[in-house]
């Protein structure tokens, strides 16, 4: 059988949704209280944020037209000429038809609006995920199964959680979405142990994407001269390394991490070699066992997807297509495609 070419998909496994009103019909008729309103910027007219009863709970991210796409591919080098029907999911077929012009498989799909800070009503918070949920269930549906995703969770009450995981599970779902820091909390808290557990149970990897939840930290790290930066990428940088030092590794040995666009695989050598020596100085290891442990565990496996910057297509073998390994396996192979 050698000789033969080897079938591979192209999986796109940082794609995002952009959340628009439609969204918030998945609410029951009990939770229609909770439908948040698009209502124009006080610093910006031209964009417009989501208010829940006085209470700014994220940015709607924008539609360019063609003159705002051009603008952005000339000073930030990508291309965000998406149509606006795919963007937001109003028409699926859509979606999958650009993904076609583009060269890609599957995509695992990303929110918009938990990057930030969301609301600090946990009631709300628990039927705005749900909401997602759901609606991102239906899209997967009539995706072909080739629209996987990722759920968000209710981090203010962990166990409320635990039953939209499984949803998400039976419902195409490829990962759970963590942010580093929620509210006064690290990732690494144990607070959100029955999320990890849960998810382990169930064999789906946490996804953690770039983001901030703790609203004096986004207000701190938020300035001019670090920009998305700060904000975004060293809370996701300072969580991973939290991550490797806890106990979280060993009390939950099976469950799998996926840390995207950190843009941090250039420190992987030095990463590493300062884990090293915090086992090593906190006794935890003998410098031979230490050693062998950086080079050989689950742990080094772990953090070289974790800290690695996925492109925006990614190949990968056919046997692997759209499962949890597939996330994995895409952070860390490298792209026949650098399209961002």
Same mark, same amino acid.
């Given at each position: ?37 698009l ?21 709607? +991210? ?22 606006? %029907? ?38 709300? %918070? ?40 499984? +949803? ?10 963590m ?47 670090g ?19 806890? %106990?979280?590794p060993?009390? +939950?040995?099976?469950l ?17 070699k ?42 990968i ?24």
């Amino acid at each position: 059988m050698t000789g033969l070419p080897l079938k591979t998909d192209v999986i796109d496994a940082d794609a995002h949704v952009v959340e628009s009103e439609r969204v918030w019909d998945y609410l029951d008729a009990s939770e229609q209280k909770y439908r948040p309103t698009l209502v124009a910027s006080p610093d910006n007219p031209q964009r417009q944020i989501w208010m829940l009863d006085g209470e700014n709970i994220g940015n709607k +991210f924008p539609s360019p037209d063609e003159k705002q796409s051009e603008q952005h591919l000339k000073q930030f080098g990508r291309e965000v000429g998406t149509p606006v %029907e795919a963007r937001e999911l109003s028409d699926v077929k859509q979606r999958l038809r650009h993904m076609d012009e583009l060269g890609i498989d599957v995509q695992v799909m990303f929110n918009s609006l938990w990057i930030t800070p969301l609301t600090s009503r946990p009631d709300a %918070e628990i039927a705005l995920s749900w909401a997602w949920n759901r609606w991102l269930a239906d899209v997967w549906k009539v995706g072909d199964n080739r629209l996987r995703w990722t759920c968000v969770v209710p981090a203010l009450t962990p166990k409320e959680a635990l039953p939209q995981i499984r +949803f998400a599970k039976e419902h195409g779902a490829v990962g759970v979405c963590m942010r580093p820091f929620e509210r006064e909390r690290m990732m690494t808290d144990p607070y959100y142990y029955p999320i990890y557990d849960q998810a382990q149970r169930l064999d789906l990897p946490i996804t953690v994407h770039l983001g901030n939840g703790s609203p004096e930290l986004f207000k701190l790290m938020t300035n001019d001269a670090g920009g998305g930066f700060s904000t975004f990428r060293v809370p996701t940088v300072t969580s991973c390394y939290a991550l490797i030092m806890s %106990e979280i590794p060993r009390v +939950f040995p099976k469950l799998r991490w996926d840390l995207s666009r950190c843009r941090a695989n250039g420190c992987h050598g030095s990463f590493m070699k300062r884990c090293a020596a915090r086992w090593v100085a906190s006794g935890r290891f003998q410098k031979a066992a230490c050693a062998n442990t950086i080079s050989t565990s689950r742990l080094r496996a772990m953090t070289t997807f974790l800290i690695s910057s996925p492109m925006r297509a990614r190949t990968i073998s056919s046997s692997a297509r759209t499962t949890a390994t597939a996330i994995r396996r895409a952070s860390s192979t490298p792209s026949r495609d650098s399209r961002r």
